[in-house]
């Protein structure tokens, strides 16, 4: 072989070296950027499940504010001590109250403590429950006086993520509260939390009723004194075995984005449509308690009041 022959041989041999490692190190970058590719699609699958598992496991919505201190002190103070006038002024409330308490028909006496019993049965998420409260403790108030309220909201959603009807509604426990009245028993049974569980989906217990309570509500929170779909509402009422409220009395939308400071101050204020609807409620049940009473003591039982109870 000639030195051209051979010269061209090598050179063709070095031109075929250089493709195949031209050709290896492209090969080597596509691998490289595979390997890259894949590292970023595993970062991003692990932060999308991150994200995923994250958000169906955080806990359902509910609200920590609560008032405390003085504030608590002063919402207090106004809640439980709304004049007599302002509530004679409301009277039946100017068609705010939906329902009013209904006779029980051959109950037996329902009493505690020697004195005649009124047995509340509710829930801390309920928003029904949660404006029934605030009547409740107007009522109650004239009769006696509490202690150990506290400041709660209903519940926003449950724990499998379902919007609660009038979510975040303000209103109070009687979970850790007391009652002190020389005139009748207070009775409340507040079931569950308004913090949900995600693992079940339901409310944490708080409060389990007595077999005695349990028997009441599954006799008299049935049919023919509510609806038979409706049996088993809350919240549940036993004013001494004379007359029974289930459900709220009135839209619990009334107290829809209002503070508890708001709330009570509105209640002295018989024009204010938290006054018609609170105090008109409270009224229909001071009448059911003086029917308990027997018209006990006179500065409760006022002649308005005693002209409600004929329509009891």
């Keep these: 072989m000639g030195k051209a022959s051979r010269t061209k041989v090598e050179s063709s041999r070095r031109e075929k070296i250089a493709a195949q490692r031209a050709a290896e190190r492209r090969s080597e970058q596509r691998r490289r950027i595979l390997i890259a590719g894949g590292s ?75 004195k005649p019993e009124m047995l509340y049965m509710g829930a801390e998420y309920c928003p029904y429950c949660a404006a029934e409260r605030w009547a409740m403790i107007v009522a109650l108030s004239r009769f006696g006086s509490f202690t150990g309220l506290q400041t709660i909201h209903s519940a926003v959603e449950n724990g499998a993520g379902e919007k609660e009807p009038y979510g975040n ?25 308004n913090i949900p569980d995600t693992s079940t989906g339901e409310y944490t217990t ?32 036993d004013y001494g075995g004379k007359y029974l409220t289930v459900g709220a009395s009135y839209n619990p939308g009334v107290l ?39 018209n006990q003591p006179a500065s409760a039982c006022t002649s308005t009041v005693q002209s409600l109870e004929a329509s009891l």
Aim: glycine share 6%; hydrophobic share 40%.
């Design 169 to 193: 509604t303000p209103t109070w426990t009687f979970a850790k509260s007391t009652y002190t009245s020389q005139y009748l028993t207070f009775t409340p049974v507040e079931e569950f939390t």
């Design 206 to 237: 708080l409060q389990t009723p007595t077999s005695a309570q349990q028997a009441i509500i599954t006799k008299y929170d049935a049919a023919p004194y509510v609806a038979a779909a409706d049996a088993g509402s809350i919240p549940f009422i």
């Design 40 to 114: 970023v699609l595993v970062i991003i699958v692990v932060v999308v499940a991150f994200i995923v598992i994250k958000a169906n496991s955080k806990p359902a919505k509910t609200s920590s504010s609560a008032l405390s201190g003085s504030s608590l002190s002063q919402t207090v103070s106004k809640l439980t001590s709304v004049p007599a006038s302002t509530l004679d002024s409301v009277g039946k409330g100017g068609g705010a109250v939906t329902a009013i308490p209904q006779p029980v028909k051959s109950p037996p006496s329902l009493t505690a403590n020697g």
């Design 256 to 294: 829809a984005g209002l503070s508890w400071s708001t709330v009570a101050a509105d209640l002295s204020n018989p024009s204010s449509g938290v006054a018609k609807a609170v105090d008109g409620t409270a009224n229909y049940m001071t009448a059911a308690i003086c029917k308990m009473t027997g």
